[in-house]
T-cell receptor
Framework: AQSVTQPDIHITVSEGASLELRCNYS??????LFWYVQSPGQGLQLLLK??????LVQGIKGFEAEFKRSQSSFNLRKPSVHWSDAAEYFC??????????FGTGTRLTIIP | SAVISQKPSRDICQRGTSLTIQCQVD?????MFWYRQQPGQSLTLIAT?????????ESGFVIDKFPISRPNLTFSTLTVSNMSPEDSSIYLC???????????FGQGTRLTVV
């Protein structure tokens, strides 16, 4: 069965610093890959997605992610974080009509 | 895309009672999903709400506890029945819209059972 691993439960970075959130998946084929963000008390908002083509995808709010097939990874990056980026981030995978599988999430804290 | 309105946004309920959560979408969608997010946890799929037929439940979830209705292509409800404190969670409605591979989510319902 497919699985998604987000090895970092909680990350703290300084405002203005760079950010990388890790995501690894286990799947029989290259799945669709997603990053969602959940601000406190809110639902999930899609940051970016990958399903084919260029392995570096750009998303909203200045985020990007790179798909690396050899490493089964889809890490999320941002060159300079803002205080408003503090939230929970979820990596998810799916394929075709199959249900999405979510990682356990990474909570991001921003310090001044 | 799809815009989802979920009601109520939060509620505090007595144990033993039931709560019905509504999910309204601004366009017709085939697939609607209900998720549970327990405190500090990731999302767990409860069931897929099918229009015109019974919902499809995931392992560990049963219709008697989480009855679901899907009367048309834009609306669904999830009822949490005979609640206990262990049901305290965020419940999220999600849809897949035609032409999109991603899922869209409502704002969630934060349920506290006391």
């Amino acid at each position: 069965a497919q699985s998604v691993t987000q090895p970092d439960i909680h990350i703290t970075v300084s405002e203005g610093a760079s950010l990388e959130l890790r995501c690894n998946y286990s799947y029989g084929a290259t799945p669709y890959l997603f990053w969602y963000v959940q601000s406190p008390g809110q639902g999930l908002q899609l940051l970016l997605k990958y399903f084919s083509g260029d392995t570096l995808v750009q998303g909203i709010k200045g985020f990007e992610a790179e798909f690396k097939r050899s490493q089964s990874s889809f890490n999320l990056r941002k060159p300079s974080v803002h205080w408003s980026d503090a939230a929970e981030y979820f990596c998810a995978v799916g394929y075709g009509n199959e249900k999405l599988t979510f990682g356990t999430g990474t909570r991001l804290t921003i310090i001044p | 895309s799809a815009v989802i309105s979920q009601k109520p946004s939060r509620d505090i309920c007595q144990r033993g009672t039931s709560l019905t959560i509504q999910c309204q979408v601004d366009s017709q969608v085939t697939m609607m999903f209900w998720y549970r997010q327990q405190p500090g946890q990731s999302l767990t799929l409860i069931a897929t709400a099918n229009q015109g037929s019974e919902a499809t439940y995931e392992s560990g979830f049963v219709i008697d506890k989480f009855p679901i209705s899907r009367p048309n292509l834009t609306f669904s409800t999830l009822t949490v029945s005979n609640m206990s404190p262990e049901d305290s969670s965020i419940y999220l409605c999600s849809v897949e819209a035609a032409g999109f591979i991603e899922a869209f989510f409502g704002q969630g319902t934060r349920l506290t059972v006391v």
